[in-house]
């Protein structure tokens, strides 16, 4: 049973727009929230997380966002530019667990 | 700083042969460690979590297994490969003395069972 739910495969943005990324989970013990960037025939690297006691955290260009009720984030993108372009994880993990849970990712494709 | 090392990079296996794929995690101690795949269009499924030497959770039932000899040495095997076990294999770590921490992960290993 997947927890965690990225239920769009891909995204495509012209570049300088916002890219918006969705992810839903269903494990209230989750709380704590990571998005992660991979390119193709590479390991993950982590992008930005938050804690479940935050709604929102910046980092540059990209913010996250935590709807706890809708048991829902997002990941802002602005501006977007075509070096982003990659498939994008959202994870999370459970209070008192470093374990890490994984969407099915989200191809972003940041057009010139 | 802190590094992981997972190798090989790719391999291909005939049905039926035996796996071991190692990871070393370097400048840190005690950490945890994880052996996630992804197969071809999914996601990264969770398969091992490991605490420490000889401590192994399993997250799903497979036809893998894994082992950890040493602190910072993680071991993912198979005694008999399956079609079904093709995919991207790979390892990662984090502060195990952390509360909110992030996982790094290895470069990864593609593994194709013909």
């Known amino acids: ?112 | 700083s802190q590094t992981i090392h997972q190798w090989p990079a790719t391999l291909v296996q005939p049905v039926g042969s035996p796996l071991s794929l190692e990871c070393t995690v370097e400048g840190t101690s005690n950490p945890n460690l994880y052996w996630y795949r992804q197969a071809a269009g999914r996601g990264l499924q969770l398969l091992f979590y490991s605490v420490g030497i000889g401590q192994i959770s399993s997250e799903v039932p497979q036809n893998l297994s894994a082992s950890r000899p040493q602190d910072r040495q993680f071991i993912l095997s198979s005694k008999k490969l399956l079609l079904s076990d093709s995919g991207f294999y790979l390892c990662a770590w984090s502060d195990r003395g952390g509360m909110n921490t992030e996982a790094f992960f290895g470069q990864g290993t593609r593994l194709t069972v013909v």
């Open chain 1, 1 to 112: 049973d997947q927890q965690v739910k990225q239920n769009s495969p891909s995204l495509s943005v012209q570049e300088g727009r916002i890219s918006i990324l969705n992810c839903d989970y269903t494990n209230s013990m989750f709380d704590y929230f990571l998005w992660y960037k991979k390119y193709p025939a590479e390991g993950p690297t982590f992008l930005i997380s938050i804690s479940s006691i935050k709604d929102k955290n910046e980092d540059g260009r990209f913010t996250v966002f935590l709807n706890k009720s809708a048991k829902h984030l997002s990941l802002h993108i602005v501006p977007s530019q075509p070096g982003d372009s990659a498939v994008y994880f959202c994870a999370a993990s459970p209070l008192g667990f470093n374990k890490f849970y994984f969407g099915s990712g989200t191809k972003l494709n940041v057009k010139p």
